[in-house]
């Protein structure tokens, strides 16, 4: 498991993060400083945040709330206080910055405006406030497979294919990249799959559910790609070491899974026994809906919707990564069954399993 720290210790941080800073260590030397992180607070960029400050780096973090600064309470940050909504504090946070990586975004949102003021919108005043206080900045925009859409294929989505997006977040992850690819400076984007790992509350579900001893999938063969969160962040960082204009990025198991062979590994990872069960797809639909009524009401925390049945009901949600791992010299990403065995001790130590 390359990069992965698999120490019995499964309470990572900035002491002990999940990727070792030796294991990237040619990647961050190459790293224009200062270094400015949105979504430091968040799954994927607190592991990131972690590996700099592990490293000897303090970053300059946009969080919303100093006093809360959730899985990295313990780094030594710079924090800027403020939102994608506020331009001041971008400004503050990518003044003479050396590189910028933007990985916060509105995953869940009321309705498709939601997610355009936060996804494209926000990287738009962002990519503003560099373009006056950061021209030569290496920006690294995290972007999601959600904007490309469905694969027609089980070979995956290529980098050059025309996005398809099926739901109003993929389709504000596609707007946001047409923003980032009208920017006059160095860019790339990485298009991270279904990102699983410590400290994730969407994979989760499939965790949570095998722990209760039942698996329930939509009937149809589905086929996916997965990340774990160790590969994400280590691709996160050799994106940004490329240095120059570097274009588009996949991330994520070289080799597609079958829906219902990834939830046998899941269970199979945790040690428990789990009774796979399929459903009609016309099951999740009708929940979907249920959910996205609940959600104008303001139960926004529901992690069902509408648009998230419709891509859960979607085939096949496949990257092609082979070409961008080679690329990058990421080597092959970590077996699945080991990325879900350190999972489930995470889960289990902090008490959410």
């Given at each position: 498991m390359k990069g992965r720290n698999t120490s019995i210790d499964p309470v990572f941080s900035s002491e002990?993060?999940?990727?070792?800073?030796?294991?990237?260590?040619?990647?961050?030397?190459?790293?224009?400083?200062?270094?400015?992180?949105?979504?430091?607070?968040?799954?994927?960029?607190?592991?990131?945040?972690?590996?700099?400050?592990?490293?000897g780096i303090r970053p300059r973090l946009l969080v919303r709330n100093p006093d809360s600064p959730r899985w990295i309470a313990g780094c030594s940050a710079e924090w800027v206080e403020g939102s994608l909504e506020d331009q001041a504090a971008l400004d503050r946070l990518v003044d003479g910055a050396g590189t910028v990586f933007h990985l916060a975004g509105v995953l869940r949102g009321a309705n498709e405006s939601d997610f355009m003021a936060g996804n494209r919108d926000g990287t738009m005043r962002l990519l503003g406030s560099i373009e006056r206080h950061a021209p030569d900045v290496r920006y690294v925009h995290m972007s999601s497979q959600a904007a490309v859409g469905p694969a027609d294929a089980i070979v995956g989505a290529t980098v050059d294919i025309e996005p398809r997006p099926i739901s109003a977040y993929g389709r504000s992850k596609a707007e946001a990249e047409q923003v980032v690819r009208a920017f006059n400076g160095r860019w790339a984007i990485l298009r991270p799959p279904a990102i699983y790992g410590p400290r994730d509350s969407d994979v989760f579900e499939f965790f949570r559910m095998a722990s209760r001893g039942l698996l329930a999938v939509p009937s149809g063969d589905r086929r996916l790609t997965i990340a774990h969160v160790a590969d994400v962040v280590r691709a996160v960082i050799a994106v940004a070491a490329v240095g120059q204009t570097a274009g588009i990025f996949h991330v994520g198991a070289k080799e597609a899974v079958a829906m219902d062979v990834m939830l046998r590994q899941i269970a199979e990872a945790g040690g428990v026994s789990a009774?796979?069960?399929?459903?009609?797809?016309?099951?999740?639909?009708?929940?979907?809906?249920?959910?996205?009524?609940?959600?104008?009401?303001?139960?926004?925390?529901?992690?069902?919707?509408?648009?998230?049945?419709?891509?859960?009901?979607?085939?096949?949600?496949?990257?092609?990564?082979?070409?961008?791992?080679?690329?990058?010299?990421?080597?092959?990403?970590?077996?699945?069954?080991?990325?879900?065995?350190?999972?489930?001790?995470?889960?289990?130590?902090?008490?959410?399993?």
């Open positions: 002990n993060p999940l990727v070792s800073p030796d294991a990237v260590a040619a990647w961050l030397e190459a790293l224009p400083q200062p270094i400015a992180v949105t979504g430091g607070t968040g799954f994927v960029g607190s592991h990131l945040v972690d590996t700099l400050c592990a490293a009774r796979l069960l399929h459903f009609p797809p016309w099951v999740l639909k009708a929940a979907g809906n249920g959910a996205s009524a609940l959600r104008m009401l303001g139960l926004h925390r529901i992690p069902l919707s509408r648009d998230k049945a419709e891509e859960i009901l979607a085939r096949h949600w496949v990257l092609e990564t082979k070409t961008s791992i080679d690329r990058l010299g990421l080597g092959a990403p970590g077996p699945f069954d080991d990325g879900a065995r350190m999972t489930w001790q995470w889960y289990r130590e902090i008490g959410w399993l």
